[in-house]
């Protein structure tokens, strides 16, 4: 879902570029909420696996690309925006090293890969993790939801972009069946990708799920028991 240099005019690319510093600066403070020693080392391991599923691309159409988004599960693992901030990292490493989406455009592709997909995945995965029963299969239930419904949303949203500023010669209506119809697809191996990390994560170690933590059951405090009752003097 890259978006290329010249893709979409320079007024638009600048006005999400704003929008992207923007959002980046509010993820930076807030994010600080969200961070601990659980959640700091998951950040970087979450970017790395981002990173590595992202590399793998595919043509869409008008010069487009499809792969494999990770905001679902970054917002998921380590919160919604520390999540946002890990894929933004993972994009402008992109852009510099390998020409994945141009430089004009990184703007454009921060918003539409980051913080659409966080913002559209993290509620959908809350409200669903608070109304199903408290189990690791309907929480690994409710990430594969997540993740589906966020794809086409970013699909979606590039499509907006391109009905505001695209320089293309395609229709917006074939542009957005393109995108949508294809991301539905990568949304279900997105979405069973998700489930499984999420679900090992969750058999292995709960606590490191920042999206259920708040629902784990707490451990009994039990008043310590005096070693020496009972004992002869």
């Known amino acids: 879902m890259h978006i290329p240099d010249g893709f979409i005019d320079a007024p638009v690319s600048a006005a999400a570029g704003v929008l992207a ?6 993820a930076l403070k807030r994010s600080s909420r969200e961070l601990d020693d659980r959640t700091a080392p998951m950040a970087g391991l979450v970017a790395v696996y981002i990173f590595a599923v992202q590399m793998l ?7 487009t690309s499809g792969h494999l988004l990770g905001g679902a599960l970054a917002a998921i693992l380590v919160g919604p925006w520390t999540g946002a901030l ?14 994945d ?3 004009s455009a990184l703007g454009l592709n921060i918003v539409t890969m980051a913080f659409v997909t966080v913002a559209v995945a993290w509620p959908v995965f809350r409200l669903l993790v608070r109304v199903l029963p408290r189990s690791r299969g309907a929480w ?6 997540a993740a589906l419904v966020s794809v086409p949303a970013s699909a979606a949203a590039f499509a907006l972009w391109y009905a505001i500023g695209g320089t293309g010669t395609y229709a917006v209506g074939t542009v957005l069946a393109a995108m949508v119809g294809t991301h539905v697809l990568i949304g279900l191996g997105e979405g069973l990708i998700t489930a499984l990390t999420v679900g090992a994560v969750l058999a292995a170690r709960p606590d490191l799920v920042y999206g259920v933590r708040d629902l784990l059951p707490r451990p009994e405090l039990r008043p310590a028991t005096r070693a020496a009752e009972g004992s002869p003097a």
């Open 21 to 26: 510093i923007g959002g980046i600066a509010v």
């Open 57 to 63: 691309n595919f043509p869409v159409a008008a010069g």
């Open 140 to 145: 690994t239930g409710a990430s594969f939801v």
């Open 86 to 99: 890990a894929v933004s990292v993972v994009l402008l490493v992109q852009a510099l090293m390998f020409a």
């Open 101 to 103: 989406g141009g430089l």
